[in-house]
């Protein structure tokens, strides 16, 4: 199985802040990398697929780069609405299309 | 508009048998992988499988192959997760979702259900 790994598990920020989250694949999945956001008592809502592209409606503060086993999400200005717990998921293996054990951003 | 909308909420005794449904609308059905994915509570995402309604190919998560049963009837847009004999660690919330593209199998999920909650407990 390919393991995802992210970190931090969880940060604390305030609104306007630059964020950065990493994902780190345990051998390469090339752009195969996509994130999640996840509110309490929602489902998960996909942000970014193949690792830099912005799904249809997501802010545009959203951004994610990376290739081969590490990868990041940017949040350029978080915004009230953005704390949350994000998720990535390698699509590169059938095996299993695991996901990272998730990021949770809180307000500091 | 495109959804999936996912049964209610089971509560079960361990040993049980359970079957949860995802029925699709506002696109192809047959064309896109439905997948499912475990949240136990306080916990992450877990993938476990997904299913091809055209044929009904279906892959699974080692993890859980053989602990459940992903099956489809695509005569009524319908995906269902399966359980012979439920445990109290199945306790979870349940997400069905579609895949970004149709056909394409190694994908991530752009719709999403609500979620169903199971919770097994004696």
């Known amino acids: 199985d390919i393991q995802m790994t992210q970190s931090p598990s969880s940060l604390s920020a305030s609104v306007g802040d630059r964020v950065t989250i990493t994902c780190r694949a345990s051998?390469?999945?090339?752009?195969?990398l996509s994130w999640y956001q996840q509110k309490p008592g929602k489902a998960p809502k996909l942000l970014i697929y193949?690792?830099?592209n912005l799904q249809s409606g997501v802010p545009s503060r959203f951004s994610g780069s990376g290739s081969g086993t590490e990868f990041t999400l940017t949040i350029s200005s978080l915004q009230a609405e953005d704390f949350a717990t994000y998720y990535c998921q390698q699509s590169y293996s059938m095996h299993s299309l695991t996901f990272g054990g998730g990021t949770k951003v809180e307000i500091k | 508009e495109v959804q999936l909308v996912q049964s209610g909420a089971e509560v079960k005794k361990p040993g049980e048998s359970l079957n949860i449904s995802c029925e699709g609308s506002?696109?192809?059905?047959?064309?896109?992988?439905i997948g499912w994915v475990r949240q136990m509570p306080g916990k992450g995402l877990e993938w476990m499988g997904i299913?091809?309604?055209?044929?009904?190919?279906?892959r699974y998560s080692p993890s859980f192959q053989g602990q459940v049963t992903i099956s489809v009837d695509k005569s009524i847009n319908t995906a269902y997760l399966q359980w012979s004999s439920l445990k109290a660690s199945d306790t979870a919330i349940y997400y069905c979702?579609?895949?970004?593209?149709?056909?394409?199998?190694?994908?991530?999920?752009?719709?999403w259900g609500q979620g169903t909650m199971v919770t097994v407990s004696s």
């Open positions: 051998q390469s999945i090339r752009s195969y």
């Open positions: 506002g696109y192809s059905f047959t064309n896109y992988w």
């Open positions: 299913i091809y309604p055209g044929d009904s190919d279906t």
């Open positions: 193949a690792a830099s």
């Open positions: 979702a579609r895949h970004r593209r149709p056909v394409v199998q190694l994908d991530p999920f752009d719709i």
